[in-house]
Protein backbone atom coordinates (compact mmCIF):
# COMPACT_ATOMS: atom_id res chain seq x y z
CA UNK A 1 0.00 0.00 0.00
CA UNK A 2 2.64 2.69 0.74
CA UNK A 3 4.46 1.63 -2.20
CA UNK A 4 1.80 2.19 -4.25
CA UNK A 5 1.41 5.77 -2.32
CA UNK A 6 5.00 6.34 -3.30
CA UNK A 7 4.62 6.08 -6.91
CA UNK A 8 1.44 8.13 -7.09
CA UNK A 9 3.44 10.63 -5.45
CA UNK A 10 6.36 10.61 -8.04
CA UNK A 11 3.73 9.85 -11.04
CA UNK A 12 2.42 13.30 -9.76
CA UNK A 13 5.50 15.09 -8.97
CA UNK A 14 7.10 13.66 -12.90
CA UNK A 15 3.07 15.40 -14.38
CA UNK A 16 3.45 18.57 -12.19
CA UNK A 17 6.93 19.03 -13.90
CA UNK A 18 6.28 18.26 -16.73
CA UNK A 19 3.59 21.08 -17.41
CA UNK A 20 5.73 23.32 -16.07
CA UNK A 21 8.35 22.36 -18.72
CA UNK A 22 5.93 22.37 -21.53
CA UNK A 23 4.99 26.05 -20.90
CA UNK A 24 8.69 27.22 -20.11
CA UNK A 25 10.79 25.07 -22.63
CA UNK A 26 9.17 27.25 -25.68
CA UNK A 27 9.33 30.35 -23.99
CA UNK A 28 13.11 29.40 -22.84
CA UNK A 29 13.73 27.84 -26.87
CA UNK A 30 12.98 31.39 -28.44
CA UNK A 31 14.44 33.77 -26.04
CA UNK A 32 17.57 32.00 -26.28
CA UNK A 33 16.97 31.98 -30.15
CA UNK A 34 16.12 35.25 -30.46
CA UNK A 35 18.42 36.87 -27.44
CA UNK A 36 21.08 34.77 -26.32
CA UNK A 37 22.56 33.18 -29.35
CA UNK A 38 22.52 36.48 -30.93
CA UNK A 39 24.08 38.28 -28.01
CA UNK A 40 26.92 35.59 -28.19
CA UNK A 41 27.08 35.80 -31.71
CA UNK A 42 28.15 39.67 -31.58
CA UNK A 43 30.42 38.83 -28.84
CA UNK A 44 32.36 35.91 -31.39
CA UNK A 45 32.47 38.59 -33.81
CA UNK A 46 33.73 41.49 -32.60
CA UNK A 47 37.23 39.82 -32.47
CA UNK A 48 37.15 39.33 -36.49
CA UNK A 49 37.73 41.58 -39.15
CA UNK A 50 34.23 40.88 -41.47
CA UNK A 51 32.54 42.77 -43.88
CA UNK A 52 29.32 41.06 -42.77
CA UNK A 53 29.16 39.40 -46.39
CA UNK A 54 31.96 38.21 -47.35
CA UNK A 55 33.34 34.04 -47.06
CA UNK A 56 36.14 34.14 -44.63
CA UNK A 57 36.35 36.10 -41.37
CA UNK A 58 39.89 37.50 -40.57
CA UNK A 59 40.68 36.59 -36.56
CA UNK A 60 42.41 40.01 -35.20
CA UNK A 61 41.79 39.18 -31.35
CA UNK A 62 41.09 42.56 -29.79
CA UNK A 63 41.87 45.09 -32.49
CA UNK A 64 38.33 46.12 -32.71
CA UNK A 65 37.98 46.63 -28.88
CA UNK A 66 41.69 48.56 -29.64
CA UNK A 67 39.81 50.84 -32.60
CA UNK A 68 36.47 51.50 -30.50
CA UNK A 69 38.91 53.06 -27.89
CA UNK A 70 40.41 54.76 -30.05
CA UNK A 71 37.27 56.29 -32.03
CA UNK A 72 36.40 59.92 -31.31
CA UNK A 73 32.57 59.29 -32.38
CA UNK A 74 32.54 56.70 -29.04
CA UNK A 75 32.63 59.22 -26.06
CA UNK A 76 30.55 62.03 -28.23
CA UNK A 77 27.92 58.50 -28.60
CA UNK A 78 28.29 57.27 -24.90
CA UNK A 79 27.61 61.33 -23.80
CA UNK A 80 24.46 62.01 -26.15
CA UNK A 81 22.72 58.12 -24.69
CA UNK A 82 22.84 59.39 -21.14
CA UNK A 83 22.18 62.88 -21.75
CA UNK A 84 19.15 61.27 -23.12
CA UNK A 85 18.88 58.50 -20.32
CA UNK A 86 19.00 61.59 -17.62
CA UNK A 87 16.51 63.88 -19.14
CA UNK A 88 13.85 61.15 -19.95
CA UNK A 89 14.09 59.78 -16.92
CA UNK A 90 13.61 63.28 -15.37
CA UNK A 91 10.78 64.46 -17.59
CA UNK A 92 9.04 61.33 -18.34
CA UNK A 93 8.40 60.02 -14.61
CA UNK A 94 8.08 63.72 -13.45
CA UNK A 95 5.31 63.93 -15.98
CA UNK A 96 3.94 60.28 -15.77
CA UNK A 97 3.96 60.27 -12.13
CA UNK A 98 1.80 64.51 -11.97
CA UNK A 99 -0.76 62.84 -14.30
CA UNK A 100 -1.45 59.69 -13.04
CA UNK A 101 -1.96 61.50 -9.38
CA UNK A 102 -3.89 63.85 -10.77
CA UNK A 103 -6.34 61.47 -12.69
CA UNK A 104 -6.39 58.87 -9.92
CA UNK A 105 -6.81 61.29 -6.93
CA UNK A 106 -8.65 63.92 -8.52
CA UNK A 107 -11.40 61.60 -9.34
CA UNK A 108 -11.90 63.09 -12.92
CA UNK A 109 -14.99 62.17 -14.75
CA UNK A 110 -13.24 62.39 -17.97
CA UNK A 111 -10.50 59.81 -16.50
CA UNK A 112 -11.25 57.23 -19.46
CA UNK A 113 -10.96 59.66 -22.21
CA UNK A 114 -7.47 61.43 -20.33
CA UNK A 115 -5.73 57.86 -20.50
CA UNK A 116 -6.70 57.36 -24.17
CA UNK A 117 -5.29 60.59 -24.77
CA UNK A 118 -2.07 59.90 -22.42
CA UNK A 119 -1.35 56.42 -24.29
CA UNK A 120 -2.01 57.81 -27.77
CA UNK A 121 1.47 57.89 -28.94
CA UNK A 122 2.53 54.32 -27.43
CA UNK A 123 -0.22 52.80 -30.16
CA UNK A 124 1.71 54.97 -33.05
CA UNK A 125 4.70 53.34 -34.55
CA UNK A 126 7.74 55.40 -34.22
CA UNK A 127 8.32 55.92 -37.75
CA UNK A 128 5.34 57.91 -37.73
CA UNK A 129 6.50 59.97 -34.52
CA UNK A 130 9.83 60.69 -36.11
CA UNK A 131 8.67 61.64 -39.36
CA UNK A 132 5.51 63.98 -37.44
CA UNK A 133 8.45 65.64 -35.37
CA UNK A 134 10.23 66.14 -37.95
CA UNK A 135 7.37 68.48 -39.94
CA UNK A 136 7.13 69.91 -36.69
CA UNK A 137 10.73 71.13 -37.09
CA UNK A 138 11.00 72.11 -40.43
CA UNK A 139 12.60 75.46 -40.30
CA UNK A 140 10.45 76.88 -42.98
CA UNK A 141 7.07 74.86 -43.16
CA UNK A 142 7.38 73.46 -39.44
CA UNK A 143 4.14 74.63 -36.92
CA UNK A 144 7.25 75.30 -34.32
CA UNK A 145 8.55 77.80 -36.22
CA UNK A 146 5.30 79.39 -37.20
CA UNK A 147 3.89 79.15 -34.01
CA UNK A 148 7.07 81.14 -32.45
CA UNK A 149 6.84 83.61 -35.21
CA UNK A 150 3.30 85.02 -34.19
CA UNK A 151 5.12 86.26 -30.91
CA UNK A 152 7.94 87.89 -33.51
CA UNK A 153 7.98 91.22 -35.69
CA UNK A 154 10.37 88.45 -38.24
CA UNK A 155 9.19 85.16 -39.19
CA UNK A 156 11.57 82.44 -37.00
CA UNK A 157 13.47 80.24 -38.93
CA UNK A 158 15.36 77.82 -36.84
CA UNK A 159 17.22 74.83 -38.15
CA UNK A 160 16.17 72.81 -35.22
CA UNK A 161 17.84 69.59 -36.50
CA UNK A 162 20.10 71.51 -38.15
CA UNK A 163 22.29 72.92 -34.98
CA UNK A 164 24.88 71.80 -33.90
CA UNK A 165 23.50 73.56 -30.31
CA UNK A 166 19.76 72.35 -30.42
CA UNK A 167 19.63 69.27 -32.75
CA UNK A 168 20.29 67.14 -29.38
CA UNK A 169 17.84 68.92 -27.07
CA UNK A 170 15.09 68.61 -30.61
CA UNK A 171 15.39 64.94 -29.83
CA UNK A 172 13.99 65.06 -25.95
CA UNK A 173 10.14 65.93 -26.74
CA UNK A 174 9.54 63.18 -29.24
CA UNK A 175 10.75 60.68 -27.48
CA UNK A 176 9.36 62.30 -24.09
CA UNK A 177 6.06 62.76 -25.73
CA UNK A 178 6.42 59.00 -27.02
CA UNK A 179 6.65 57.21 -23.51
CA UNK A 180 4.23 59.11 -20.94
CA UNK A 181 1.45 57.18 -21.40
CA UNK A 182 2.68 53.94 -20.72
CA UNK A 183 4.60 54.58 -17.48
CA UNK A 184 1.50 56.83 -16.48
CA UNK A 185 -0.68 53.76 -17.05
CA UNK A 186 1.70 51.78 -14.52
CA UNK A 187 1.74 54.26 -11.91
CA UNK A 188 -1.81 54.53 -12.12
CA UNK A 189 -2.13 50.70 -11.62
CA UNK A 190 0.26 50.93 -8.86
CA UNK A 191 -2.14 54.25 -7.10
CA UNK A 192 -5.00 51.75 -7.26
CA UNK A 193 -3.61 49.17 -6.00
CA UNK A 194 -3.30 51.25 -2.72
CA UNK A 195 -5.92 50.91 0.00
CA UNK A 196 -8.07 54.32 0.25
CA UNK A 197 -8.29 53.55 4.29
CA UNK A 198 -5.04 54.79 4.28
CA UNK A 199 -5.29 58.20 2.51
CA UNK A 200 -8.33 58.89 4.57
CA UNK A 201 -6.41 57.88 7.93
CA UNK A 202 -3.29 60.40 6.18
CA UNK A 203 -6.32 63.04 5.87
CA UNK A 204 -7.47 62.78 9.72
CA UNK A 205 -4.05 63.19 10.80
CA UNK A 206 -3.77 66.23 9.35
CA UNK A 207 -1.85 65.27 6.16
CA UNK A 208 -2.16 67.77 2.65
CA UNK A 209 -2.23 66.16 -0.25
CA UNK A 210 1.54 66.72 -0.97
CA UNK A 211 2.37 65.01 2.06
CA UNK A 212 -0.06 61.94 1.12
CA UNK A 213 1.52 61.85 -1.46
CA UNK A 214 5.39 61.67 -0.08
CA UNK A 215 4.07 59.78 3.04
CA UNK A 216 1.63 57.40 1.24
CA UNK A 217 2.03 57.05 -2.55
CA UNK A 218 5.42 57.74 -2.97
CA UNK A 219 6.74 54.44 -0.73
CA UNK A 220 3.87 51.97 -1.89
CA UNK A 221 4.56 52.40 -5.60
CA UNK A 222 8.48 52.64 -5.24
CA UNK A 223 9.00 49.56 -6.85
CA UNK A 224 7.01 49.61 -9.98
CA UNK A 225 8.64 53.54 -10.15
CA UNK A 226 11.89 52.20 -9.88
CA UNK A 227 11.09 49.27 -12.06
CA UNK A 228 9.79 52.38 -14.74
CA UNK A 229 13.57 53.93 -14.44
CA UNK A 230 15.45 51.19 -15.12
CA UNK A 231 12.91 50.28 -18.34
CA UNK A 232 13.20 53.90 -19.93
CA UNK A 233 17.37 53.55 -19.15
CA UNK A 234 17.25 50.32 -21.01
CA UNK A 235 15.02 51.17 -23.40
CA UNK A 236 17.20 54.37 -23.94
CA UNK A 237 20.25 52.99 -24.48
CA UNK A 238 18.96 50.30 -26.98
CA UNK A 239 16.55 52.05 -28.80
CA UNK A 240 16.97 55.59 -29.44
CA UNK A 241 18.67 54.76 -32.71
CA UNK A 242 15.55 54.36 -34.10
CA UNK A 243 13.95 58.43 -33.17
CA UNK A 244 18.32 59.85 -34.53
CA UNK A 245 18.21 57.49 -37.60
CA UNK A 246 14.22 58.93 -38.47
CA UNK A 247 15.25 62.52 -37.70
CA UNK A 248 18.96 63.49 -37.82
CA UNK A 249 20.83 60.95 -38.77
CA UNK A 250 23.47 61.34 -36.57
CA UNK A 251 23.78 64.66 -37.66
CA UNK A 252 25.08 67.71 -37.42
CA UNK A 253 28.39 66.55 -37.40
CA UNK A 254 27.81 63.40 -35.19
CA UNK A 255 26.06 65.68 -32.25
CA UNK A 256 23.21 63.60 -32.16
CA UNK A 257 25.19 60.08 -32.95
CA UNK A 258 23.97 57.40 -30.06
CA UNK A 259 25.60 54.44 -29.97
CA UNK A 260 23.17 52.30 -31.59
CA UNK A 261 22.66 54.43 -34.36
CA UNK A 262 26.33 54.23 -34.91
CA UNK A 263 26.13 50.54 -34.82
CA UNK A 264 23.93 50.37 -37.48
CA UNK A 265 26.03 53.02 -39.52
CA UNK A 266 29.23 51.12 -38.99
CA UNK A 267 27.54 47.57 -39.62
CA UNK A 268 25.22 47.99 -42.20
CA UNK A 269 25.89 51.05 -43.86
CA UNK A 270 29.99 51.19 -44.39
CA UNK A 271 29.94 47.03 -43.95
CA UNK A 272 32.30 47.24 -40.86
CA UNK A 273 29.83 44.27 -39.04
CA UNK A 274 32.37 43.25 -36.89
CA UNK A 275 33.13 46.33 -35.71
CA UNK A 276 29.49 47.36 -35.55
CA UNK A 277 29.41 43.95 -33.46
CA UNK A 278 32.23 45.31 -30.72
CA UNK A 279 30.16 48.32 -30.79
CA UNK A 280 26.70 45.80 -29.52
CA UNK A 281 29.38 44.79 -26.61
CA UNK A 282 30.17 48.20 -25.29
CA UNK A 283 25.87 48.80 -25.76
CA UNK A 284 25.26 45.54 -23.66
CA UNK A 285 28.39 46.18 -20.91
CA UNK A 286 26.83 49.89 -20.07
CA UNK A 287 23.56 48.66 -19.65
CA UNK A 288 24.31 45.79 -17.38
CA UNK A 289 26.92 48.54 -15.33
CA UNK A 290 23.63 51.65 -15.18
CA UNK A 291 21.07 48.76 -14.21
CA UNK A 292 23.27 47.28 -11.53
CA UNK A 293 24.04 50.91 -10.08
CA UNK A 294 20.76 51.99 -10.92
CA UNK A 295 19.51 48.69 -8.17
CA UNK A 296 21.60 49.44 -5.96
CA UNK A 297 20.86 53.39 -5.66
CA UNK A 298 17.14 52.75 -6.16
CA UNK A 299 17.10 50.03 -3.46
CA UNK A 300 14.51 50.67 -0.74
CA UNK A 301 12.78 48.28 1.67
CA UNK A 302 9.60 46.86 0.16
CA UNK A 303 6.82 48.34 2.26
CA UNK A 304 3.30 46.20 2.38
CA UNK A 305 0.31 47.47 3.40
Do not use: C
Not at 33 to 41: E, N, V
Amino acid sequence: MISMMKKKKVSSSWSRKLFIASFLLPTLGLFSLFTIYPLLRGLYLSFFDWSGGSETMNFIGIDNYKELFADPVIPIAIMNDYFLVFWKVILIMLLATFFAVALTRLKLKEYGFYRVIFFFPNIISVVVIGVLWSFIYNPSLGFLNAFLSLFTENPVATNWLGSPNLAIWSLLPPSVWAGIGFYMLLIIASILGIDSSLYEAAGIDGANEWKQFTKVTLPLIWEQFKTSIIHIVITTLNGSFIIVKLMTEGGPDNQTQVLGYYLYQMGFKQFHLSYGATIGVLILVLALVTTLLLNRILHRDTIEM
